[in-house]
């Protein structure tokens, strides 16, 4: 039997702040080959998402984090490098959820066939994925926009934020994004079809935003805090709706922010102006609409309505530089990284 040498990123240890090369060390081990029923699978693209900063710590959240000694999770788009199973073919495409390593032994549930030849794999991952389905169930279900309100998004270029905002404009909506830097305000207007996007970097960032949102704000959907859920409070309309799907300025945090609490006076708003916020967990909650979403985006996609970004990393070890720079907002799109070439 064949031994394959596997590069893989373990948690070693517990980050406080930033992750470090001290918390997450790219190993080298080796798999065997595949045994009857099962695949290898050779990793061609890894997600970077936002969510497993939390699967690092060990503090309570919905989801186990991984365990000291284990090979750091996240989604990947694989190819089948050798197949001991009757249903998959070497050279299929999958969509996995096998971690930041190159390859890895399967015995198939779970995996998502994407075809023999995709146009474009890798848009399992974001805007066919986690972070488009986020975007689609977050805003329709939760956020409710009704044509001629006003939605409002923040990380308005990420890949949820870019979705969010094509999404309401196709619904009828006057659309506010927030992002950081001018650059990526100005991609969020004449690409994304974006009626505004702040710069939350602006020295008058919160005036901006008022100028800018006039009728106030009926939809906010929130995945940074911080700052900009401050600016945007003030502006939030009688019974808006708030889906929550992250929190992203917080994620590096080792403790709460200075200041007096505010708890109490978010919760005297919530009752005041009747506002719903609503926190989701999108394959928990929403795992069933799956292939409504997927029917609906593909379509959008098809007809050049909606447009996506992504943010590219070739350099495996270079991973970990990748994920701290998306938590601080560094990327131009979706991050993902292409782990190796296709077969």
């Excluded at 890895?104 to 986690?130: F, H, R, V």
């Amino acid at each position: 039997m064949t031994e394959i040498k596997n590069r893989q990123y373990i948690l070693e240890s517990r980050p406080t702040g930033p992750a470090t090369e001290n918390n997450l060390v790219l190993k080298t081990s080796t798999l065997p080959s595949p045994k009857q029923g099962e695949v290898l699978l050779r990793t061609i693209y890894l997600s970077l998402d936002p969510y497993m900063r939390g699967r690092m710590s060990d503090a309570e959240s919905y989801a186990d984090p991984v365990e000291v000694g284990d090979v750091m999770v996240g989604a990947t788009v694989c190819q089948v490098e050798q197949s001991e199973h009757p249903d998959y073919k070497v050279g299929e495409w999958v969509l996995a959820y096998t971690g930041w390593q190159e390859y890895a032994i399967s015995n198939t549930e779970g995996l998502m066939k994407l075809g023999e030849s995709p146009d474009t794999p890798s848009y399992a991952l974001g805007i066919l994925g986690m972070p488009g389905f986020t975007a689609y169930m977050g805003l329709l279900d939760i956020g409710e926009p009704k044509a001629g309100e006003t939605v409002v998004v923040a990380a308005a270029t990420g890949p949820v934020g870019a979705t969010v905002g094509q999404i309401a404009k196709l619904k009828g909506c006057k659309v506010v994004g927030i992002a950081g830097g001018s650059q990526k305000c100005k991609h969020a207007i004449e690409n994304l079809g974006f009626d505004a996007c702040i710069d939350h970097k602006a020295d008058n960032f919160e005036e901006q935003l008022k100028d800018a949102c006039d009728q106030g704000i009926d939809v906010y959907y929130e995945n940074v805090g911080g700052h900009v859920l401050d600016a945007v409070l003030p502006l939030l309309n009688t019974k808006a709706r708030i889906p929550l799907c992250g929190l992203v300025s917080q994620y590096n945090a080792t403790e709460l922010p200075p200041g007096p609490d505010r708890l109490s006076m978010l919760m005297g708003l919530i009752l005041r102006k009747r506002i719903k916020v609503q926190g989701f967990i999108i394959f928990d909650d929403y795992s069933d609409r799956y292939g409504e979403f997927a029917q609906d985006m593909q379509q959008w996609l098809n007809d050049g309505k909606i447009k996506y970004k992504e943010h590219l990393e070739t350099d495996f070890e270079n991973t970990l530089n990748a994920f701290n720079a998306m938590l601080n907002g560094e990327n131009f799109g979706k991050t993902v990284v292409q782990v190796q070439q296709p077969i």
